[in-house]
């Protein structure tokens, strides 16, 4: 079996290409010099290009990826849209054309990758203004961003004849199970059975969800695998439910989809999602993906720690569900066993009345935390603490909760002197690392401070 795909309308076989390359490398090696290598981790957005993906309600849409951080094998039966696309008939697009515009390129090297994240944007179902989050994974160093945000905020309604446009009305494609064993291992299974079928087969292979983090390390460490299974198209991790006792989301749905799914709803993701990387890698990346990397800087495990959730593990013996906070058992170490998969993330109902998240970072979007922290808290008559839930990254080997500080606060008034015991307790509950992102000694301040931050935002009655 080949990898085959469409690329700017035209059907691609890829023949014995290996399926472990990134999508990049595969369009430069076919002179499609217009995507860029900027970084190799999903921070500068020169190499984006633009899939034809289902949305929630399954109708077709643009969504732009990182190519650097998209494996080869991924794209079998998708339509991808590279810059060299965009223009039709000698006519530039109206997003290009914008950019020309505006002045909105200097250098050029970045322009490719704007373009695209505009192009999808340009075409986004319901737009009725331009959102700056379309751009917040592309970075620009020469020309600064006012000229690429005016090019932007110029560009009107996509017009319905628009051949681009007209696109968006017929089904997306239908992607189909991928199985690639001569040379390098590939496949993209569909249902979970599958899944286990293969693991039982090819034991070596690694298990990628979005690949955002495992890709990185392709890239930068040379890691390289026997085999990879990509779990980005099996079906029973993809759902998104809001029950009366539980909100389940599937370990395999993008950020971006949850990000729309909680909005108005939940709080804590409210918070989380927009401070999660940029809009290109919350495209791939997945919660089932940040939790089973287990890494101690992850921004996805304080919040769902806070809000006290359950993970369910499934394999072919069966399921079981683990409370989050028993789920990191050492660094970069889960409870996930031989054959087995994070398949839903669930959090539990009624919410918290107060959920805060924050996140100490040296720029506002788009990078590693130092410390993050996630706070959520209910209280009842007269103000008491009924429950309270204090996670944090950044200051031990693992996500976690501060159990010590937490029984402490419980049962006692929501008020000054109750801050300041559990801050005391909080001061010496860990010993964070000293790095090149912050020392020991100002994470420690960071962990008592965002917990004084949040009585700040909460006391008095503010949700």
């Not at 200097?106 to 340009?122: I, K």
Request: net charge neutral; aromatic share 6%.
């Amino acid at each position: 079996m080949a990898i085959a795909f469409t690329l700017n309308g035209r059907t691609i076989d890829a023949g014995d290409a290996d399926p472990h390359q990134p999508l990049l490398h595969f369009l430069r090696g076919r002179g499609l010099t217009g995507t860029k290598e900027g970084c190799a981790e999903g921070e500068c957005g020169a190499c984006a290009v633009v899939l034809v993906t289902r949305d929630a309600e399954g109708r077709a849409r643009y969504q732009p990826v990182n190519s650097c951080l998209l494996l080869l094998g991924s794209v079998a039966g998708h339509e991808v849209l590279s810059v060299e696309g965009l223009a039709q008939g000698g006519e530039l697009h109206p997003v290009q054309e914008a950019m020309v515009k505006h002045g909105g390129s200097q250098c050029g090297y970045c322009t490719p990758g704007f373009v695209m994240s505009l192009f999808a944007e340009y075409h986004r179902p319901g737009r009725e203004a331009f959102d700056l989050e379309a751009i917040s994974g592309n970075l620009c160093r020469c020309t600064g961003y006012r000229p690429i945000r005016d090019a932007a905020a110029s560009l009107p309604m996509a017009p319905a004849e628009d051949p681009f446009q007209a696109r968006l009305k017929a089904p997306p494609p239908e992607l189909a199970l991928v199985e690639l064993a001569n040379g390098k291992s590939y496949f993209r299974p569909t249902a979970l059975a599958d899944v286990f079928r293969l693991q039982q087969a090819h034991p070596a292979a690694r298990l990628v969800a979005g690949g955002t983090d495992v890709v990185v390390d392709m890239n930068q460490r040379g890691l390289r695998f026997d085999g990879v299974i990509s779990l980005e198209n099996v079906a029973e991790l993809l759902g998104l439910e809001w029950g009366d006792s539980e909100v389940r989301i599937g370990a395999g749905v993008s950020l971006s989809d949850v990000e729309h799914f909680v909005q108005g709803r939940l709080p804590m993701l409210e918070q989380l999602l927009p401070l999660f990387s940029s809009r290109l890698i919350r495209n791939r990346a997945t919660f089932g993906g940040n939790l089973a990397t287990a890494s101690p800087i992850g921004d996805g495990p304080p919040a769902l720690l806070a809000l006290d959730a359950e993970v369910e593990i499934e394999s072919a013996k069966g399921a079981r569900r683990v409370p989050l906070a028993s789920f990191f058992k050492g660094y970069r170490k889960t409870e996930l066993g031989t054959g087995e998969v994070l398949k839903s993330i669930f959090v539990p109902l009624p919410l918290p009345r107060h959920q805060r998240f924050y996140k100490v970072s040296k720029r506002k979007l788009d990078d590693i935390s130092t410390v993050a922290a996630a706070f959520a808290l209910t209280t009842g008559k007269n103000a008491t603490i009924e429950s309270v839930r204090l996670a944090f990254g950044g200051v031990a080997a693992t996500p976690v909760r501060a159990t010590e500080a937490e029984r402490a606060l419980t049962g006692k008034p929501w008020n000054t002197e109750s801050v300041v015991a559990a801050a005391a307790i909080l001061s010496r509950s860990f010993s964070p690392i000293d790095d090149h992102r912050g020392s020991a000694a100002y994470r420690r301040a960071m962990i008592s401070e965002l917990f004084r931050k949040f009585a700040a935002d909460t006391q008095g009655g503010a949700t």
